[in-house]
């Protein structure tokens, strides 16, 4: 509390002196009117001193501030707007001013379609943005399905039972990767396992993927990168949405969502999920179903006040979940005994409320905001003979300040957060309870000149119950010497504290003993990289050339060791190195009218020591290719996707599956989607896998569930052949 009040007063304090400042510099607005006769804010327009190299930009809401220099004209210039001198003698602050388009036309329409992916230019993290329309260019069901289109995020199963899904980021699992919603930390300790799943696709409005590390203001736990999903708002366009989905395993799907304004300030939305599969299948004729049988109804609910100076959202949102998976003849009242049918059950509620109050200044470009959220995730889980209870409560709190210093080429802000993570968690009667809090403060400085530079430092001091004080520093960089070239650079630091058991829950489908050798230190990684993107024409037309590089390097890593035999899985901290150098180029484009194609390849080059041997890290392809195209033909009725991703080859654990066999071989998966759309409603079908690629043989020893070599485990492929899917979507505008 005490750092908190300090914090506060500093803020305030702050504050008043750069209010008695002000007189040191000019601000205001730059607008433009669109066609209603409406004011407009106008983002990136030019405001420089007359006669002088002294000038900024406008942001996003048109905003600019300005050192005094000696004269009193001021020159406001964008491209496609007449350029104007203002005096500023005699003219009140903030400063208001509408531009005008050199172009006279009695008439004009014009049509465009943003790109479904794109960078954010302005951000000096490299940030992809994949948008509503990219997450209807495929089947997406949920979260794990969102990034099929995607180059940098891979997806696979975990094992080959439960249905679980990881991703993989810069080569490494997905724990490395800051997962949020609307900046809010999620998918941490048991919700890891099946997190991805509980997002359904359709509430998304879209999400953002960093490579790198993150923001200090968001916490220590980004190492390889940042993965935000933003929900649909009730104040956004949308009114309603309906979407029914189906598909060749006989899985059913509806998603809803209706927005609604109780008063002119607030307003409200109600987000409804089920989804069900009760079909038994076995394609491949192991026994085991090829897809868990599962249940899951989610419900959503949030409000936003929006007031002159106030503004303030809630939340709450409930999902509940029952899977079922294991041998065909397995069933919900089947004992888990030697013998019987082996299977996996689980059963998980999740309760999710949040808060977000904000302040906005007169002044500005300044405001305060605090973030509140709190979570309860209770899972009940029997797998084979053993059972894994557990039940997590946490807590997230974040009070942010932000402002400026002299004028908003030099940007501050800072903070305090508060975590809490209390685990009462069982593994075969040994308990596992822990609790761990996180005391944080953290600040940050970014300078910007015009479009041309922008750096950014933080540092961020936390104390955590469990490992101490950690010391975060981060420094992000953009630089564009050149209007179509923009180079990115990032270097920091960042810190995990693992949960060994639900992180591993793969492992659990197999006949390996869990040993843990020592108790897991915190882990702890730097990351460093570099981004270039090049924007250039090609027969007139639009292009994107985009090339990355990140190396990571762990100083600890709680290291899961399959490679030292069959029978166990040998849990300890790292002992040596352990790396991931990854390197990608991306090239998109629109090269002929309504058709956008994205090609990308990378090479992942992963390694950690592994029983005093650095080795390449199993079950990570060394290589990844991706072509997608999307055409929408110029009626706008008929849209067609088409995605082909080439998976190289990677290291197989040692011993894998009672052969010599090494490594596994290169595959390609493909997806292809046809919409019909129409004016308030679309129909869609689609096929995944379309070559019907599958892991031969994913579970060893399928025929003996209860051996000593049976391993569900390693899996490194699809699982399934061709997947048949049909669905219905409608939304109704405000």
Not at 33 to 38: A, Q, R, Y
Not at 206 to 231: L, W
Not at 324 to 330: C, E, I, M, P, Y
Request: contains cysteine; proline residues 3%; positive net charge.
């Amino acid at each position: 509390m005490k750092r908190i009040l300090t914090l506060l007063l500093l803020w305030f304090s702050a504050q008043h002196i750069i209010k008695a400042q002000s007189k040191d510099f000019v601000y205001g607005y730059v607008y433009e009117l669109n066609e209603k006769g409406d004011s407009i804010p106008l983002q990136g327009a030019a405001v420089i001193w007359l006669n002088s190299q002294v000038g900024t930009t406008t942001d996003e809401s048109g905003y600019f501030s300005l050192n005094k220099v000696q004269g009193n004209q001021i020159a406001i210039s964008f491209v496609g707007f007449k350029t104007d001198t203002i005096s500023i003698e005699n003219v009140g602050f903030p400063l208001r001013h509408v531009l005008k388009s050199t172009i006279n036309i009695d008439a004009v329409t014009v049509k465009a379609d943003r790109a479904n992916t794109f960078i954010q230019q302005l951000n000096p993290i490299q940030t992809v943005v994949l948008t509503s329309g990219e997450l209807t260019r495929a089947a997406c069901c949920n979260l794990s399905e969102s990034f099929e289109t995607n180059a940098s995020v891979d997806v696979s199963y975990s094992d080959a039972i439960t249905g679980a899904k990881q991703i993989q980021l810069l080569g490494l699992a997905g724990i490395y990767t800051q997962m949020q919603y609307e900046n809010i930390p999620t998918m941490r300790g048991l919700a890891s396992t099946f997190g991805l799943s509980y997002v359904p696709g359709p509430w998304m409005e879209s999400i953002q993927v960093s490579k790198g590390t993150a923001s200090v203001s968001n916490g220590y736990e980004s190492i390889t990168g940042q993965i935000n999903i933003e929900y649909k708002k009730p104040w956004a366009e949308e009114k309603s949405y309906l979407n029914l989905y189906t598909n060749s395993l006989g899985m059913a799907e509806l998603n809803a969502n209706y927005a609604f304004d109780v008063t002119p300030t607030v307003s409200s939305m109600v987000l409804v999920h089920g989804s069900m599969l009760s079909n038994r299948v076995d394609h491949n004729h192991d026994q085991f179903l090829d897809h868990p049988l599962t249940q899951q109804y989610h419900l959503f609910n949030r409000w936003k006040y929006q007031g002159k100076k106030w503004e303030s959202q809630v939340g709450v949102k409930f999902m509940n979940e029952d899977r079922l998976a294991g041998q065909v003849k397995f069933y919900t009242n089947t004992q888990p005994l030697i013998g019987n049918p082996y299977g996996v059950k689980y059963s998980t509620q999740l309760l999710e409320a949040f808060n977000k109050t904000g302040y906005i200044s007169q002044r500005p470009n300044t405001s305060i905001g605090l973030i509140n959220a709190v979570s309860l995730h209770s899972q009940d889980a029997t797998i084979g003979v053993r059972m894994h209870n557990a039940k997590q409560l946490s807590y997230y709190g974040n009070l942010v300040a932000i402002t400026y210093i002299g004028n908003t080429n030099h940007n501050i802000k800072g903070g305090v957060t508060l975590r809490y993570d209390r685990y009462d968690e069982t593994f075969n009667n040994t308990p596992y309870d822990r609790t761990e809090w996180v005391k944080g403060i953290y600040g940050e400085y970014t300078y910007k000149h015009l479009e041309i530079l922008t750096l950014m430092a933080g540092i961020r001091v936390d104390q955590n119950s469990r490992f101490g004080t950690l010391v975060t520093p981060r420094f992000h960089g953009m630089v564009k010497p050149v209007s179509t070239l923009t180079i990115r650079f990032s270097a920091g630091k960042g810190y995990r504290s693992p949960n060994f058991i639900a992180e591993n829950s793969n492992l659990l489908v197999s006949s390996r003993n869990l040993v843990v050798e020592e108790n897991p230190r915190i882990e702890e990684a730097w990351n460093a990289g570099i981004s270039m993107n090049q924007k250039f024409k090609f027969l007139d037309q639009n292009y994107s050339l985009t090339a990355d590089y990140y190396y990571v390097w762990f100083e600890n890593q709680f290291i899961a060791d399959i490679d030292r035999d069959n029978s166990a899985v040998y849990f300890y901290n790292l002992k040596g190195k352990s790396y991931s150098n990854t390197l990608q180029i991306e090239l998109s484009g629109e090269p002929i009218r309504n058709l956008q194609f994205t090609l990308a390849y990378r090479i992942n080059d992963v390694k950690q020591t592994i029983n005093d041997t650095l080795k390449q890290k199993p079950l990570v392809s060394r290589n990844k290719g991706l072509f997608t195209a999307g055409y929408k033909t110029p009626s706008r009725k008929w849209q067609f996707d088409y995605t082909i991703q080439y998976n190289g080859s990677g290291r197989l654990p040692k011993g894998y599956g009672l052969n010599l066999e090494t490594d596994y071989k290169p595959f390609i998966t493909m997806n292809v989607q046809v919409t019909k759309l129409f004016r308030k409603f679309d129909f869609y079908i689609g096929v995944e896998n379309l070559t019907g690629f599958t892991q031969k043989d994913p579970i060893v020893s399928w025929e003996n569930p209860w051996s000593s070599t049976f391993d569900a485990s390693q899996i490194w492929g699809p699982l399934t052949g061709q997947k048949f899917y049909a669905g219905f979507r409608m939304s109704i505008w405000k």
